[in-house]
């Protein structure tokens, strides 16, 4: 029993490592489960319907299993942070766990791609949104960030809660893709490449908020 868990493990591992490649560099929907099942090394072509059933599923599992990773890290960062007053140290909670996750992953990665492509499609953005609201120390590193911005309207900070978003993963989208095919990049490292992003996140929270009188009014 305990051989064939392992065998079981590791072929999903192996289905899970080509999915994300595939869906990295071709979009989700563009890949059959075939395709992966072929790149997995499994001569079933079923093997990925059978392990993880739906193409959704497969992405929350893709999505789980970097989200627990990056959770160990947003971990010991709050362990640092916490109590603070400062937007820029809760920034930096948002961006150094996928970072250094990245980093630490070695060359070439795959999932800032994968995560750019998912969040281009409004049913599988979803799921990560629903991973993210699942993590109760992502949850905290928003309320901390939101304590330092009280003033912020409502209407402004989902506004800015969705540039972040954005950034993040295509910024980090953007390096990893030319890490992978030998570009130079604008940082040399992730941990820099962490620090501009952090530098322009913060700048983007702070920034004064201007009121559009036009649309108190009603006018489009």
Known sequence: MALRAERVSATREQILTAAERLFAEQGVFAVSNRRIS????????????????????????????????????????????????????WVACLVRPFTEHLAAMGNPTWFARFG?????????????????????TLI???DGLNRCLPGLPGEVRAERGEMTSQLMMHGCA???????????????????????????????????????????????
């Open 38 to 89: 072929e790149a997995a090394g499994q001569g079933n072509n079923t093997a990925v319907g059978y392990h993880f059933g739906a193409k959704a599923d497969l992405v929350r599992a893709i999505v789980h299993k970097h989200a627990e990773r990056m959770d160990l890290i947003r971990r010991r960062m709050l362990a640092e942070t916490a109590g603070s007053a400062d937007v820029r140290d």
């Open 116 to 136: 750019a492509q998912v969040m281009t499609d409004p049913a599988l953005r979803e799921i990560m949104i629903e991973e993210a609201l699942a993590s109760p």
């Open 174 to 220: 953007e390096r990893e893709r030319a890490l992978a095919e030998g570009r130079p990049t604008p940082r040399a490292s992730w941990h820099d490449a962490a620090t501009g992003l952090i530098d322009a996140i913060t700048g983007l929270w702070t920034a004064p908020v201007t009121h559009v009188e036009g649309k108190r009014r009603g006018t489009p």
């Open 140 to 142: 905290r590193v928003v």
